[in-house]
């Protein structure tokens, strides 16, 4: 049976080589060669943002099985995925049996993850990460009967902090360089509009009026040929106007 100080050294060795990728297919390989002993075959890194938003431009890394992605986003799952929800609360590593199911809040929950149990994903372990900015992202790796053991767990949530920081410092570098749409202030308040926070809660982190605050984010959505706030931010995003770490 491996011990403590065995997963550590494989994490740290997957750290060292999640350091020299330079694409992110490099970065799901050397993760999955990590994550293959211990039952995990998918990885998903990616932000968590409120619905009804759509998650799409959030994914940062994703190995779903094909079928899955266009599935989830065409029957819009994001809304009643319980997993997600959990993890836009959780500050702590948990495996996807233990996020609770809200059958009123959530209709389609149990659906949803039976669905992924049938293809292949019937448990996993999710990393949460919440930047300064108090945005939510999250790493979530899954297989058909994965190790729950503490010790494999806190191996695989070291090496998951690694892949993220690594995912949003490639997406940085892959993202084509363009003409920028929006200033830097209309940037910052959509960043704040990203985190959840209202047009007076911004105002009072950036110390400007929030009639202001509308108008950064009314002018930024006209910009983006957006038709509401969540829809500016998502536009944003995919247009590398602002980035979700």
């Known amino acids: 049976m491996a011990s403590l100080v065995d997963h550590a050294k494989i994490a740290f060795s997957a750290v060292e080589r999640l350091e020299k990728a330079v694409h992110t297919n490099d970065l799901i390989k050397t993760f999955r060669l990590c994550l293959d002993p211990f039952g995990y075959n998918v990885v998903l890194i990616t932000g968590l943002p409120d619905p009804p938003a759509d998650p799409q431009p959030f994914f940062l890394v994703n190995s779903w099985p094909n079928g899955w992605h266009d599935r989830y986003l065409e029957r819009d799952y994001y809304r009643d995925d319980p997993v997600a929800a959990f993890g836009r609360v959780r500050i702590d590593p948990f495996t996807w049996h233990d996020a609770p199911i809200d059958d009123e809040r959530q209709p389609r929950g149990r659906l949803i993850m039976a669905e992924a149990a049938d293809i292949g994903m019937r448990d996993g372990l999710v990393i949460p990460i919440v930047t300064s900015r ?15 053991d503490p010790d494999v767990q806190r191996a695989i949530h070291l090496v998951g902090m690694f892949a993220h920081a690594r995912a949003v410092q490639l997406a940085s570098e892959q993202a084509p360089v363009r003409r920028r749409l929006l200033s830097d202030r209309e940037r910052e308040v959509l960043l704040w509009v990203a985190a959840g926070k209202t047009a007076w809660e911004i105002s009072r982190i950036l110390g400007i009026a929030e009639r202001t605050v509308i108008y950064h984010v009314t002018t930024a959505a006209r910009r983006l040929q957006a038709v509401s706030r969540t829809h500016a931010v998502a536009r944003a995003i995919a247009l590398g106007e602002i980035s979700i770490p």
Request: include cysteine; aromatic fraction near 0%.
């Open 134 to 148: 108090s945005l939510h992202s999250c790493v979530s790796v899954a297989g058909e009967a994965p190790e729950r």
